[in-house]
Protein backbone atom coordinates (compact mmCIF):
# COMPACT_ATOMS: atom_id res chain seq x y z
CA UNK A 1 0.00 0.00 0.00
CA UNK A 2 1.26 3.43 -0.54
CA UNK A 3 1.61 6.32 2.14
CA UNK A 4 2.80 9.50 2.62
CA UNK A 5 5.68 10.23 5.09
CA UNK A 6 3.79 12.83 7.71
CA UNK A 7 7.01 12.79 9.98
CA UNK A 8 9.40 10.50 11.77
CA UNK A 9 12.78 10.02 13.83
CA UNK A 10 15.21 7.46 14.11
CA UNK A 11 13.51 4.15 12.42
CA UNK A 12 10.02 5.26 13.49
CA UNK A 13 7.80 7.01 11.00
CA UNK A 14 4.17 8.47 10.89
CA UNK A 15 2.35 7.26 7.60
CA UNK A 16 -0.63 8.10 5.76
CA UNK A 17 -1.53 5.31 3.95
CA UNK A 18 -4.12 5.52 0.73
CA UNK A 19 -7.14 3.91 2.85
CA UNK A 20 -7.22 6.64 5.02
CA UNK A 21 -5.33 5.24 8.21
CA UNK A 22 -2.03 7.06 9.37
CA UNK A 23 0.23 4.09 11.02
CA UNK A 24 3.78 4.06 12.81
CA UNK A 25 5.69 2.89 10.18
CA UNK A 26 9.50 0.97 10.48
CA UNK A 27 11.93 0.60 7.60
CA UNK A 28 11.97 -3.14 7.17
CA UNK A 29 15.73 -3.97 7.08
CA UNK A 30 16.09 -1.11 8.57
CA UNK A 31 17.65 0.58 5.13
CA UNK A 32 16.12 2.30 2.25
CA UNK A 33 18.00 1.43 -1.11
CA UNK A 34 18.47 4.83 -2.81
CA UNK A 35 20.72 6.34 -4.76
CA UNK A 36 22.32 8.62 -2.51
CA UNK A 37 23.18 8.48 1.19
CA UNK A 38 21.29 10.52 3.59
CA UNK A 39 21.71 11.31 7.24
CA UNK A 40 17.83 10.49 7.83
CA UNK A 41 16.61 7.54 5.20
CA UNK A 42 13.33 9.45 4.98
CA UNK A 43 11.61 12.83 4.93
CA UNK A 44 8.35 14.67 5.35
CA UNK A 45 6.69 14.66 1.76
CA UNK A 46 7.75 11.30 0.39
CA UNK A 47 5.70 8.77 -0.80
CA UNK A 48 6.60 4.96 0.56
CA UNK A 49 4.88 1.89 -0.28
CA UNK A 50 4.37 -0.20 3.40
CA UNK A 51 3.13 -3.62 4.55
CA UNK A 52 0.64 -3.15 6.98
CA UNK A 53 1.07 -5.05 10.14
CA UNK A 54 -1.21 -8.65 10.39
CA UNK A 55 -1.81 -8.13 14.06
CA UNK A 56 -1.80 -4.53 14.96
CA UNK A 57 -3.72 -2.71 12.17
CA UNK A 58 -2.36 1.12 13.73
CA UNK A 59 1.24 -0.32 12.34
CA UNK A 60 3.54 -1.35 8.97
CA UNK A 61 6.89 -1.36 7.88
CA UNK A 62 8.23 0.36 4.81
CA UNK A 63 9.11 -2.02 1.75
CA UNK A 64 9.98 0.68 -0.58
CA UNK A 65 10.68 4.09 -0.84
CA UNK A 66 8.78 5.82 -4.12
CA UNK A 67 11.27 7.84 -6.20
CA UNK A 68 11.57 11.59 -5.32
CA UNK A 69 10.73 14.30 -7.59
CA UNK A 70 12.98 16.50 -6.16
CA UNK A 71 14.80 16.86 -2.13
CA UNK A 72 15.88 19.48 0.24
CA UNK A 73 18.29 18.74 1.97
CA UNK A 74 21.60 20.43 4.26
CA UNK A 75 25.03 18.95 4.92
CA UNK A 76 25.07 17.31 8.67
CA UNK A 77 28.17 17.89 10.19
CA UNK A 78 27.95 14.99 12.60
CA UNK A 79 27.00 12.94 9.92
CA UNK A 80 28.60 13.79 7.55
CA UNK A 81 26.23 13.33 5.19
CA UNK A 82 23.37 15.49 3.88
CA UNK A 83 20.18 15.71 6.08
CA UNK A 84 16.72 15.36 4.55
CA UNK A 85 14.14 17.79 5.17
CA UNK A 86 11.58 17.75 2.82
CA UNK A 87 11.18 15.73 -0.57
CA UNK A 88 8.32 16.15 -3.90
CA UNK A 89 8.03 20.29 -3.28
CA UNK A 90 6.58 22.26 -5.15
CA UNK A 91 8.19 25.65 -3.36
CA UNK A 92 10.51 26.11 -0.69
CA UNK A 93 9.78 28.52 1.36
CA UNK A 94 12.88 30.78 3.33
CA UNK A 95 11.29 32.09 6.15
CA UNK A 96 13.39 35.13 7.48
CA UNK A 97 12.84 38.57 9.60
CA UNK A 98 14.04 42.34 9.80
CA UNK A 99 14.39 41.86 13.48
CA UNK A 100 13.98 39.44 16.52
CA UNK A 101 16.11 37.41 15.71
CA UNK A 102 18.42 39.76 13.31
CA UNK A 103 18.09 39.67 9.58
CA UNK A 104 20.65 37.32 7.84
CA UNK A 105 20.80 37.84 4.58
CA UNK A 106 23.78 35.23 3.88
CA UNK A 107 21.77 32.42 5.18
CA UNK A 108 19.11 32.89 2.40
CA UNK A 109 21.98 33.59 0.29
CA UNK A 110 22.89 30.12 0.91
CA UNK A 111 19.35 28.53 1.25
CA UNK A 112 18.90 30.31 -2.54
CA UNK A 113 21.83 28.10 -3.72
CA UNK A 114 20.83 24.64 -1.89
CA UNK A 115 17.27 25.24 -3.93
CA UNK A 116 18.71 26.00 -7.05
CA UNK A 117 21.06 22.85 -6.65
CA UNK A 118 17.77 20.69 -5.93
CA UNK A 119 15.46 22.48 -8.38
CA UNK A 120 13.24 23.68 -6.66
CA UNK A 121 11.32 27.15 -6.51
CA UNK A 122 11.93 29.62 -4.19
CA UNK A 123 9.99 32.16 -2.39
CA UNK A 124 11.47 34.45 0.20
CA UNK A 125 8.87 35.42 3.05
CA UNK A 126 10.02 38.44 5.06
CA UNK A 127 8.22 37.62 8.36
CA UNK A 128 7.65 40.00 11.41
CA UNK A 129 7.25 42.64 8.97
CA UNK A 130 4.96 44.81 11.43
CA UNK A 131 8.15 45.47 13.92
CA UNK A 132 10.00 48.46 14.08
CA UNK A 133 13.06 47.15 11.43
CA UNK A 134 11.14 46.52 8.68
CA UNK A 135 11.88 49.78 7.64
CA UNK A 136 14.95 49.73 8.34
CA UNK A 137 17.18 50.81 5.26
CA UNK A 138 19.74 47.97 4.35
CA UNK A 139 16.85 45.65 5.12
CA UNK A 140 14.72 47.13 2.35
CA UNK A 141 17.42 47.56 0.26
CA UNK A 142 18.68 43.69 0.66
CA UNK A 143 14.86 42.65 -0.48
CA UNK A 144 15.31 44.99 -3.24
CA UNK A 145 18.42 43.12 -4.33
CA UNK A 146 16.71 39.80 -4.53
CA UNK A 147 13.93 40.82 -6.12
CA UNK A 148 16.00 42.48 -8.84
CA UNK A 149 17.78 39.30 -9.57
CA UNK A 150 14.13 37.72 -10.13
CA UNK A 151 13.54 35.73 -6.74
CA UNK A 152 9.82 36.14 -5.29
CA UNK A 153 9.75 38.24 -2.24
CA UNK A 154 6.69 38.15 0.02
CA UNK A 155 6.43 40.41 3.06
CA UNK A 156 3.76 39.13 5.90
CA UNK A 157 2.99 39.36 9.66
CA UNK A 158 1.80 36.49 10.91
CA UNK A 159 0.74 39.10 13.65
CA UNK A 160 -1.52 41.68 11.67
CA UNK A 161 -2.06 39.13 8.33
CA UNK A 162 -0.07 41.23 5.70
CA UNK A 163 0.84 39.20 3.13
CA UNK A 164 -1.09 36.13 3.92
CA UNK A 165 -3.79 36.25 1.18
CA UNK A 166 -0.54 35.85 -1.65
CA UNK A 167 1.12 33.68 0.35
CA UNK A 168 -2.00 31.22 0.77
CA UNK A 169 -3.12 32.31 -2.88
CA UNK A 170 0.86 30.84 -4.34
CA UNK A 171 1.13 27.52 -1.96
CA UNK A 172 -2.85 26.33 -2.20
CA UNK A 173 -3.00 23.03 -3.68
CA UNK A 174 0.71 22.59 -3.10
CA UNK A 175 3.14 21.32 -1.08
CA UNK A 176 5.82 23.35 0.29
CA UNK A 177 8.25 23.30 2.97
CA UNK A 178 8.76 26.62 5.85
CA UNK A 179 12.57 26.52 6.21
CA UNK A 180 14.42 29.02 8.20
CA UNK A 181 16.78 29.76 11.52
CA UNK A 182 14.72 28.95 15.15
CA UNK A 183 12.43 32.23 16.30
CA UNK A 184 11.65 33.16 13.05
CA UNK A 185 8.40 32.81 13.34
CA UNK A 186 7.39 29.70 10.74
CA UNK A 187 4.91 27.86 13.25
CA UNK A 188 3.29 30.91 14.04
CA UNK A 189 2.71 31.60 9.58
CA UNK A 190 1.20 27.86 10.64
CA UNK A 191 -1.29 28.74 12.61
CA UNK A 192 -2.25 32.47 11.02
CA UNK A 193 -2.98 29.91 7.53
CA UNK A 194 -5.10 27.17 9.22
CA UNK A 195 -4.93 28.47 13.62
CA UNK A 196 -5.83 24.20 14.07
CA UNK A 197 -3.24 23.11 12.22
CA UNK A 198 -0.02 23.06 15.26
CA UNK A 199 -3.46 21.51 17.26
CA UNK A 200 -4.04 18.96 15.18
CA UNK A 201 -0.26 17.80 14.81
CA UNK A 202 0.14 17.92 18.35
CA UNK A 203 -2.69 15.73 19.29
CA UNK A 204 -1.62 13.05 16.99
CA UNK A 205 1.37 13.28 18.91
CA UNK A 206 0.01 12.76 22.19
CA UNK A 207 -1.81 9.99 20.53
CA UNK A 208 1.55 8.10 19.44
CA UNK A 209 3.16 8.78 22.98
CA UNK A 210 5.36 11.78 21.06
CA UNK A 211 4.05 14.67 23.40
CA UNK A 212 2.48 17.82 22.53
CA UNK A 213 4.24 19.39 19.23
CA UNK A 214 7.63 21.50 18.96
CA UNK A 215 8.84 21.48 15.90
CA UNK A 216 12.16 19.68 16.59
CA UNK A 217 11.22 17.44 13.48
CA UNK A 218 10.22 17.85 10.39
CA UNK A 219 5.93 17.51 10.06
CA UNK A 220 3.91 17.49 7.16
CA UNK A 221 0.20 19.29 8.01
CA UNK A 222 -2.43 19.42 5.38
CA UNK A 223 -3.79 23.04 5.37
CA UNK A 224 -7.22 24.36 5.29
CA UNK A 225 -6.75 27.94 5.08
CA UNK A 226 -8.69 30.19 6.95
CA UNK A 227 -11.39 31.98 4.82
CA UNK A 228 -10.86 35.31 6.42
CA UNK A 229 -7.43 34.71 4.92
CA UNK A 230 -8.05 32.67 1.42
CA UNK A 231 -10.92 34.15 0.56
CA UNK A 232 -12.34 30.92 -0.47
CA UNK A 233 -14.11 27.92 0.91
CA UNK A 234 -11.99 24.54 1.48
CA UNK A 235 -8.47 26.30 0.19
CA UNK A 236 -5.80 23.34 1.13
CA UNK A 237 -2.30 22.88 1.56
CA UNK A 238 0.46 20.62 2.21
CA UNK A 239 2.82 22.12 4.10
CA UNK A 240 6.19 21.28 5.70
CA UNK A 241 7.22 22.79 8.87
CA UNK A 242 10.96 22.00 9.03
CA UNK A 243 12.71 22.30 12.40
CA UNK A 244 14.59 25.96 13.10
CA UNK A 245 18.22 25.46 11.91
CA UNK A 246 21.29 27.64 13.64
CA UNK A 247 23.66 27.26 10.15
CA UNK A 248 22.96 26.17 6.99
CA UNK A 249 25.46 24.16 5.24
CA UNK A 250 25.66 23.66 1.53
CA UNK A 251 26.12 20.07 -0.67
CA UNK A 252 26.49 18.93 -3.84
CA UNK A 253 28.09 21.76 -5.12
CA UNK A 254 31.64 22.45 -6.11
CA UNK A 255 33.37 25.06 -4.12
CA UNK A 256 34.86 25.98 -8.20
CA UNK A 257 31.12 26.58 -9.42
CA UNK A 258 29.68 28.82 -6.91
CA UNK A 259 29.30 31.48 -8.97
CA UNK A 260 27.06 29.41 -11.61
CA UNK A 261 24.37 29.98 -8.80
CA UNK A 262 24.54 33.58 -8.08
CA UNK A 263 22.50 34.81 -10.89
CA UNK A 264 24.48 38.46 -11.06
CA UNK A 265 27.80 36.69 -11.73
CA UNK A 266 26.95 33.82 -14.49
CA UNK A 267 26.79 36.08 -16.92
CA UNK A 268 30.01 37.40 -16.66
CA UNK A 269 32.03 34.68 -15.79
CA UNK A 270 32.84 33.79 -19.67
CA UNK A 271 34.19 37.91 -20.05
CA UNK A 272 36.95 37.63 -17.54
CA UNK A 273 40.44 38.06 -19.04
CA UNK A 274 42.16 34.54 -17.30
CA UNK A 275 38.88 32.42 -17.84
CA UNK A 276 38.02 29.22 -15.98
CA UNK A 277 41.24 30.34 -13.84
CA UNK A 278 39.93 33.54 -12.21
CA UNK A 279 39.25 33.44 -8.91
CA UNK A 280 37.29 36.46 -8.78
CA UNK A 281 39.07 37.82 -6.33
CA UNK A 282 42.12 40.15 -6.78
CA UNK A 283 42.83 39.78 -11.10
CA UNK A 284 43.47 42.56 -13.30
CA UNK A 285 40.72 42.41 -15.88
CA UNK A 286 38.54 40.39 -13.75
CA UNK A 287 34.77 41.44 -15.28
CA UNK A 288 32.90 40.02 -11.83
CA UNK A 289 35.35 42.62 -9.96
CA UNK A 290 34.64 45.62 -12.19
CA UNK A 291 30.87 44.50 -11.75
CA UNK A 292 31.53 44.78 -7.94
CA UNK A 293 33.12 48.02 -8.16
CA UNK A 294 31.00 49.49 -10.12
CA UNK A 295 28.15 48.57 -7.88
CA UNK A 296 26.20 46.52 -10.80
CA UNK A 297 27.16 43.32 -8.06
CA UNK A 298 25.92 44.53 -4.69
CA UNK A 299 29.01 44.16 -2.37
CA UNK A 300 26.99 42.06 0.28
CA UNK A 301 26.22 39.47 -2.33
CA UNK A 302 29.70 39.31 -3.50
CA UNK A 303 30.87 39.01 0.00
CA UNK A 304 28.46 36.31 0.23
CA UNK A 305 29.57 34.49 -2.73
CA UNK A 306 33.27 34.95 -0.90
CA UNK A 307 31.89 33.11 2.02
CA UNK A 308 30.54 30.32 0.65
CA UNK A 309 33.57 29.55 -1.81
CA UNK A 310 35.47 29.72 0.79
CA UNK A 311 33.54 27.41 3.42
CA UNK A 312 33.21 24.56 0.76
CA UNK A 313 36.66 24.42 -0.10
CA UNK A 314 38.41 24.85 3.03
CA UNK A 315 35.16 22.59 5.12
CA UNK A 316 35.47 25.66 7.59
CA UNK A 317 32.17 26.38 8.07
CA UNK A 318 30.35 29.60 8.87
CA UNK A 319 27.08 30.18 11.16
Not at 165 to 186: F, H, M, P
Not at 242 to 254: N, V, W
Request: proline share 5%; hydrophobic share 35%.
Amino acid sequence: MRALVLSGTNNLFTCECDDGVIRQCSIKGKVIKTDKKFYNPLAPGDFVEIEIDPINNDKGQVINLIPRTNTFARWNIKGNAPQLLASNLDYLILVTTPDEPPFRPRFIDRELIQADVAGITPLIVCNKCDVEGAEDPDFLERISIWQNLGYKVLKVSAKTGEGLKELSDIIENKTTALVGQSGIGKSSIVNALDNTAVQRTGELSEKYGRGQHTTTKGTLMHLNIDKKISGKENTAANLIDTPGIRRFILHEIDWQDTALYFPEMKPLLGQCKFGASCSHIHEPGCKILEAVYAGVIFEDRYESWKRITNEIKTGDFDE
